[in-house]
């Protein structure tokens, strides 16, 4: 697949994940006895960040001896580099308990830091956080309802009573630049946005749809709009909590807006100048540079947009 957007925040590249080494079941055990292995922490959803070395940055760290009774995943290895034949950087993920006030200063969000982060330390923490999310909120079995247990190196949950394996689950959602044929571009506000907010679509995919599909049913159901051409432009992995937001760009075959009831609160094809003149007077904002709907957006302007973030959902 190539991706016409690149450098997307969270997506790497540099870490191998080595899916291979998480059969072993010694693997965690060992690798948080090596002072070598570095340590990602991840405390309520929040991560250590440094700012050491003149930029934002996880603080990765030892392993401790309570690591070994803590919850722990293997994150992966650095990615080999040209002829490179020596060992590794081995990741981990320890799920620690949320500390007594001062204790988790130095952590932040996600969300807050991910565009300052290196792209091998935003490829672990978008698997760090979605991993943790997805542990924290499956602890039991869907098929008996007893509890699971992590095995794989915190990759499968297994049922303690049938012995059935479950895996971490990721929610795909098209999200979508739709051009009309006088290149103007599509923009929504969508229900919980701020009165200047507004997005490209987007939606999640359903069971049994391809992505194109999913591409062209959001697009007819929200804003009454037939679609052609969609074409893959790039996609992020978007782990608040379980997301990846695949990018596409789809021709409109109208242009005529019938607005989805209780969904959309108003829509509007935009070209360059209508759009620079509305960002320019403070009656349109868009989504901050993190996510791929800004990149989408910018991807059909032509050039990097160079207005500050502001919130566009109430959210
Ligand atoms: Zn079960």
Request: proline share 7%.
């Amino acid at each position: 697949m190539s991706a016409r957007l690149t450098g997307l925040a969270l997506t790497g590249p540099g870490v191998d994940r080595d899916a291979e080494a998480r059969t072993d079941p010694g693997l965690l055990g060992r690798l948080l006895t090596l002072p070598a292995t570095r340590v990602l922490a991840i405390r309520d959803g929040r991560l250590p960040v440094t700012h050491a070395d003149g930029g934002t940055g996880l603080a990765f760290r030892a392993p401790s001896p309570a690591d070994l009774d803590a919850f722990a995943i293997y994150l992966g290895r650095a990615a080999a580099g040209p002829g490179d034949r020596g060992e590794r950087t081995a990741y981990v993920g320890v799920v620690e308990a949320p500390g007594a006030g001062d204790h988790d200063a130095g952590f932040a969000g996600l969300r807050s830091i991910a565009l300052s982060l290196p792209p091998v330390h935003g490829a672990l923490a978008a698997t760090l956080s979605a991993l943790a999310n997805w542990h924290a909120t499956h602890t039991h079995c869907p098929r008996c309802g007893a509890p699971t247990t992590p095995v794989q190196a915190g990759w499968v949950r297994r049922c303690s009573a049938d012995g059935s394996d479950h895996f971490p689950r990721t929610d795909p959602a098209v999200i979508m630049a739709v051009v009309d044929t006088d290149d103007r571009l599509l923009l929504a506000r969508g229900r919980g946005f701020t009165p200047t907010g507004m997005s490209v679509l987007a939606g999640f995919v359903e069971p049994g749809e391809t992505m194109a599909a999913a591409v062209a049913r959001e697009v007819a159901e929200e804003v009454g709009v037939e679609v052609a051409d969609v074409e893959y432009v790039g996609d992020q992995p978007w782990p608040f909590p379980s997301g990846l937001m695949v990018g596409f760009r789809a021709r409109a075959l109208g242009t005529e807006l019938r607005l989805q009831e209780g969904e959309i609160e108003a829509a509007r094809w935009f070209d360059r100048a209508e759009f620079t003149a509305a960002l320019a007077a403070g009656e349109l904002h868009i989504s901050g540079r993190l996510s791929i709907s800004r990149r989408l957006i910018e991807d059909w302007y032509g050039t990097e947009i160079d207005v500050p973030d502001a919130a566009v959902r109430r959210t």
